[in-house]
């Protein structure tokens, strides 16, 4: 689902928190893209300036925590540019509230964020 908002609802109709993968991409000069889990108040910052086009991309599955920057065809890994205060957060089951920012060009950063539902099972 997309929207214009700055903060959007995610629900995840899982049984259980899961990971997710975030993209930051920058339509023009964008510094210090960020989302928040205004739920938890966990967030994560990549302390970097991005150009037009450029992609990064933050992965907070269990057991495949990554940051990658995406040019092209070419990924490399960006994970020295993370906050050091920065958290892999889950979606927690149910409805979780976060907010996309940036510290300079807030409207020139598109975030999409892709994540699978999982359930219990036997």
Known sequence: MRQPSQIITVENIGDV?????IVFRALGTVSNPEL????????????????????????THFAGKRVIQVDGSTVTNAFSLLDTNSVFFQLAAGLNTLR???????ELLEVS???????LGV
């Open 17 to 21: 928190s899961c990971g997710c993968e």
């Open 36 to 59: 928040l889990n205004i739920d938890t108040g966990e967030y994560i910052r990549l302390l970097t300036t991005m150009s037009a086009g450029d992609e990064l991309r933050v992965y």
């Open 100 to 106: 996309y920012d940036a510290s300079v060009n807030m």
């Open 113 to 119: 964020i892709y994540f699978r539902p999982q359930f």
